[in-house]
């Protein structure tokens, strides 16, 4: 099963190159040579692999955070606005909370999670009270907490004179390695932190969660058939706002990463900036997986990073780029899209078997 | 089974296709082609091509606005001093630092910033590699200006006491409007140039004309640009300015469908609505762009400063098409009132203190 799933992805990546390849050739660019600047962006130099590693870890945190709330039968279309509420709250407990090292990170951390547990779980509560779809909540949810995010950041004790950004959070807070490292290799250039480490061992957690808990087995019982389970005794709404509130917080546990690792603030936001929508395109990519999130946040990480640098070198418009790489990640998503949703729907409309795996 | 052999015939095929890239990766011919063809105009000139390149902030290249604008200048730079530009689109804020590394891995000789919200990242760029050259629009780091770095800014006061002026001059109802996008610097120039304008016209022409002032707190809201555009109109304002970018699409949504005068900010927006909009008080980052990167190729390279771009540069200035909708005793009258600013006689105010001064010397 897992290794027809793994050819399935594999080939669909080389289907989308393939396509991709066309339509660069179509506007009069050089396939090969695009993706060799591409390939040469992301693995040329050290400092290029730990960029790449980078811009992946809010990705595999956001795409293990949808592809947990998909297991209990949600879809989480608010990883972005968690994003955000953990961004935002990683940044003021970094400012405004004077702790010792290590201590401080982990518990901006932690505070991150929590606030983003409880935004998410508000959508949870709202389906399970009321009935009201998680796709739409979660959305609105997503603006309301874009909003929230500016309006804090133009507080005037949290705001940067001169600037449309916050302070910089301090640094016993921050999660990155050293600077003394940069001597040693060409590698530690770029803000390399804990975060692609705490991404993997979350994987981890999540992946143990699910398969050997109670919690796990009733979450994904509920994903499976909600009627069956709540026939077999465990109580589908309490499951649900639980499968929610994790998700929220893996998805707060990635912003609250990537200000503390990467941009030690957080700036006014004009709109969103997309980490957590592109953690839905991980989550297909990896068929829900946790672990397999962290290739997929890999794959999509580097095409992203990789991907923008073939406009420079090659004077290729930047749309063109664009859409090559979206026509990438369509094919890539697409048959993992197609399984899922006939799977889904058949189980929303009748309610099939409970599979075991 | 038969199909596993296909599966795998797939995989080989695209293995070897990555295999190829690979080839024309370490191969260099194909890299090399291009700059070398481009070298040779660039002889004509100079022994050495100079290579640039721009990091955009969020907005993209494509923002009808200073991004758009720098890029041309850059592209101008290219047909006409044979220097050879590109640009690196930010995708969001964690974007700027990776992308100023890939200019600087691309072995650019000059690095601009496009927007103050990349001043953080291209001042640390700037202090980290001290052997290549670093721009930056819209912010000044003063004295703290690396010896490699060049600050552009604009004096937005300029072309903005010119409409104020022009404005006070043609309202008829006495009252007109300023809406403003977000309080900083920069918008707070605009203002109080305007302001200066309207009390300047008041003085020379014996008139008594009102600003009412209000801000969107907002770049991107045209619905709330609209609806404060509209309250204006509705208190007997008769021409509105603003200075709020994507919100102020809405202030001129607002004149059209009231058939008021609005005036445009940062470049000519008469193309949106040709009917109100009477003129626009322009900046051309562009012009700003260029300048720098001909004093880079002239070997004059302002580095540690911040350079300043006004009027006398024409760098900025009320819209061309003034003309349609503005009398020309009025046009002509700003063509004087410019000579004054470049002169030195009149001193545009750019933010509430020396506005008050300003406001002194009119009596």
Redesign the interface.
Known sequence: MEGKRL?FT??SV?VG??VGAFILLAVGF?P??A???M???ILG?P?YIS?TI??STPLILTGISVAFAFRTGLFNIGAEGQFIIGALVATLVGYFWNLPPILHAIVAMLMACLAAAIWAGLAGILKSKFGVNEVITTIMLNWIALYLSNAVVFWDQFKRP????SYNILESASIRFPKTLRSISDFF???VNWGFIIAILVAILIRHILKNTTLGYQLRAVGFNSDAAEYGGIDVKRNIVISMAIAGALSGLAGAV?VLG??EEV?V???M???GFDGIAVSLIAGNNAIGCIFAGLLFGAL??GG??I???M?AP?EIISIVIGTIVFFISMPKLIEMLTTLRAKRKRGGEVESK | MSKMKKILALLMIAVLTFAAVGCSGGDKTNDDKKPAEQTEEGNKTDGKQLKITMVTDVGGVNDQSFNQSAWEGLQKADKDLGTKSTYQESHQESDYVSNLETALDAENDLIWGIGFKLSKAVKAAAEENDDVKYAIVDFSYGDDTPDNAVGVVFKQEQPSFLVGYIAAMMSETGKVGFVGGMESEVITAFDYGYHAGVAYANKVADKDVKVLRQYAEAFDDPAKGKAIANSMYQQGADIVFHAAGGSGDGVIEAAKEQDKYVIGVDRDQHDLAPDNVITSAMKRVNVGVYNVVKDLKEGKFPGGTTVVYGLEEGAVDIAPTSDKHVPKEILDKVEEIKKLIIDGEIEVPFDEDSYEEYVKTLK
């Open positions: 050819k594999i080939i080389f190159l393939l050089n090969l040579e993706y060799g600047v390939i040469r962006g130099k400092k960029w980078i811009q001169n600037s449309e950004a250039r770029a803000p990537h990467v941009t700036a936001l004009a709109a900036e997309g980490n992203k990073y923008y640098k406009q420079p070198a004077g930047s």
